[in-house]
């Protein structure tokens, strides 16, 4: 059943990731030189901007904080003039965001700003220094899920870019290779898709899960996974209105895990070994624990339910990670006979 936007949208992120792949980044050498980064979002956008952190981070060693621009007003965080400014918005118009920029260049009007953005013409693109289209199209659903990927590619492009830049100047500051991770950039539209197909004969037809009755939920995400844990629980509570919480999975033992109960339903995303001794305990309890990886992984036999996706480079993972949750939110949505295209109290955007 393809009746939905929300689900056209989510089967079209392997043409958008290949399709942001192949447009050119403006990036100057005021953007590549920039000593610090900080990324500014809301809602899904700063999801996608947590998982790029650690791209920086790792890839291009550069420090970098991701900011809610919802709270900008209420820290008004210190911005040094050799920071890139990393704007992060699905429809460019995000009152929030456009007020916290506002604010930044009113005190420091020599702040580089770079907006990725899916509108050319939008409020953002005008008021930021340079800008990079999305090319994903119009999103019609509420809950973000092609801009989402988009944002993740472009975000992952311009790790890479930063990194090369800064291997150029000194070596031995980014020991990587930037060959093999664009390599494996190219390769992840097909793994989309492949994991898509297959995820599409469980889940994604509108037809529930048995443990979809529960009105509660955790997704547990270690390291570069707890964005997507977030993201993952936004994207329920939005569209089914369930209570999701995302936590990290260190972080659930220290508390939250006392709401356990015989039947609820955990979603572990990746487990190691070091996550699945603590799956194995909930399961004890009664738990009923899904996991969601590689292929074949040895984490994965014995869960409750599990789904599977393709094998690609550890630090793209996340492209995939994120599938199965977002059709799980549509087929939880479908199950209730709702309105997964617009939820209510919900805008595209917060104007």
């Known amino acids: 059943m393809n009746d939905s936007i929300m689900l056209k949208n989510i089967c079209e992120q392997p043409n958008v990731v290949a399709d942001c792949l192949a447009i050119e980044l403006p990036l100057s050498d005021r953007v590549l030189s920039a000593q610090r980064i900080m990324l500014l979002a809301c809602g899904s956008s700063r999801h996608a901007g947590l998982v790029a952190q650690h791209w920086f981070e790792t890839i291009a060693k550069i420090p970098i904080q991701v900011l809610d621009a919802a709270a900008w007003t209420d820290r008004s965080p210190l911005v040094e003039s050799n920071t890139l400014i990393i704007a992060l918005s699905q429809s ?23 907006a990725i953005v899916n509108g050319s013409d939008s409020p953002l693109v005008h008021l930021a220094d340079s800008a ?16 989402f990927s988009a944002q993740l590619v472009i975000l992952a ?10 291997s150029l100047i000194s070596p031995s500051i980014v020991p990587v290779s930037i060959s093999k991770l664009r390599t494996d950039l190219k390769v992840l539209p097909q793994a989309i898709a492949k994991s898509l197909n297959n995820l599409q004969r469980h889940i994604g037809k509108g037809v529930g899960l048995d443990w979809m009755v529960s009105e509660s939920i955790v997704l547990l995400g270690r390291g570069i996974q707890q964005p997507i844990a977030l993201e993952g629980a936004l994207k329920l509570k939005e569209t089914a209105y369930v209570h999701a919480e995302g936590f990290g999975a260190g972080d659930f033992c220290h508390g939250p895990m006392a709401i356990l109960k015989p039947g609820f339903p955990i979603i572990a995303l990746m487990p190691d070994q070091k996550m699945r001794s603590d799956l194995d305990r909930f399961q004890a309890l009664g738990c009923t624990v899904i996991g969601i990886g590689k292929r074949g992984h040895e984490c994965l036999p014995g869960l409750d339910q599990v789904f599977e996706l393709e094998s690609i480079a550890d630090w793209l993972m996340s492209f995939l990670i994120v599938l199965p949750l977002q059709l799980l939110a549509y087929d939880w949505a479908r ?14 955007f917060i104007g």
């Open 157 to 166: 492009r311009i790790a890479v870019n930063l990194a090369e830049y800064k």
């Open 335 to 348: 199950s209730r006979e709702l309105n997964v295209d617009q939820p209510r109290y919900l805008t595209k």
């Open 92 to 114: 460019g118009k995000t009152k929030d965001l456009l007020e916290a920029l506002t604010q930044i260049k009113a005190v420091t009007p020599e702040i580089q700003v770079l």
């Open 132 to 147: 990079i289209v999305t090319p994903a199209g119009p999103e019609g659903a509420v809950a973000a899920t092609k801009s």
